[in-house]
């Protein structure tokens, strides 16, 4: 079994459609792939269940069918930062807890497992526990999604270097455009690859065709 975290340069940049268009391509491959968000913020009460966009969006990518309690076992009302959403819900969010839940999946036995963070790397948990810390717990390698728009250069050399410190290993970054107006993307681009100590691994521009989406299939199968 192949598995990465999954994580991003900010909110809103594209973790999920990366993260679900990975899983999608993976199963189109003949592989068995599975998500997982252990935690989200921002859920709808759907048949006295709180149920998460970007969760559901991640079960519907996986081919391995498992509940969306699982997929999504830490699932939080406001769509506000966890740790704040948790304690305002009385919950404490623990590393034991999400690591659990991760090893549940791993008994179904994907040929491809994704664990997709929330927000950006640095993400709080609770007092005194980081997202980072947990990914460290599970020795994944990281594939972080660049949103390119204007600071995109920033964020992306400041949070590889961020995963490095922490002792991860970064296995590569995908930009996905955000603007299709962005200036200068090309250039932009360019700087990215001969500035981070990592490869591209994906290029998706501004709402990928389906041919535009193909190019996946080759890095799926060197991700598995």
């Given at each position: 079994?192949?598995?990465?975290?999954?994580?991003?340069?900010?909110?809103?940049?594209?973790?999920?459609?990366?993260?679900?268009?990975?899983l999608?391509?993976?199963?189109?491959?003949?592989?068995?792939?599975?998500?997982?968000?252990?935690?989200?913020?921002?859920?709808?009460?759907?048949?006295?269940?709180?149920?998460?966009?970007?969760?559901?969006?991640?079960?519907?990518a996986?081919?391995?069918?498992a509940?969306?309690?699982?997929?999504?076992?830490?699932?939080?009302?406001p769509?506000?930062?966890?740790?704040?959403?948790?304690?305002?819900?009385?919950?404490?969010?623990?590393?034991d807890a999400?690591?659990?839940?991760?090893?549940?999946?791993?008994t179904?036995?994907?040929?491809?497992?994704?664990?997709?963070?929330?927000?950006?790397?640095?993400?709080?948990?609770?007092?005194?526990?980081?997202?980072?810390?947990?990914v460290?717990?599970?020795?994944?390698?990281?594939?972080?999604?660049?949103?390119?728009?204007?600071?995109?250069l920033?964020?992306?050399?400041?949070?590889a270097?961020?995963?490095?410190?922490?002792?991860?290993?970064?296995?590569?970054w995908?930009?996905?455009?955000?603007d299709?107006?962005?200036?200068?993307?090309?250039?932009?681009?360019?700087?990215?690859?001969?500035?981070?100590?990592?490869?591209?691994?994906?290029?998706?521009?501004?709402?990928?065709?389906?041919?535009?989406?193909?190019?996946?299939?080759?890095?799926?199968?060197?991700?598995?």
């Open positions: 079994m192949a598995s990465y975290f999954v994580t991003g340069t900010d909110t809103e940049i594209g973790k999920t459609f990366v993260t679900s268009q990975l999608r391509t993976g199963a189109d491959a003949g592989l068995s792939t599975l998500g997982y968000k252990p935690v989200s913020a921002g859920c709808e009460l759907i048949d006295g269940v709180y149920s998460n966009e970007d969760a559901r969006a991640i079960k519907a996986s081919s391995v069918s509940p969306l309690e699982q997929i999504n076992p830490i699932a939080l009302l769509p506000i930062a966890p740790h704040i959403a948790a304690q305002q819900a009385g919950v404490t969010i623990t590393e999400i690591v659990q839940g991760y090893q549940q999946l791993q179904y036995q994907p040929d491809l497992l994704l664990m997709e963070g929330a927000g950006g790397w640095k993400l709080p948990l609770a007092e005194n526990l980081w997202m980072p810390e947990v460290k717990a599970l020795s994944l390698e990281v594939i972080l999604v660049v949103g390119m728009r204007l600071g995109c920033n964020h992306a050399l400041l949070t270097d961020a995963i490095l410190r922490d002792g991860l290993k970064l296995k590569g995908v930009a996905n455009q955000l299709p107006a962005m200036p200068v993307y090309t250039e932009n681009l360019q700087t990215l690859k001969n500035s981070m100590p990592a490869p591209l691994l994906a290029e998706l521009p501004f709402n990928p065709s389906k041919e535009s989406l193909q190019g996946l299939s080759s890095l799926v199968q060197k991700l598995a």
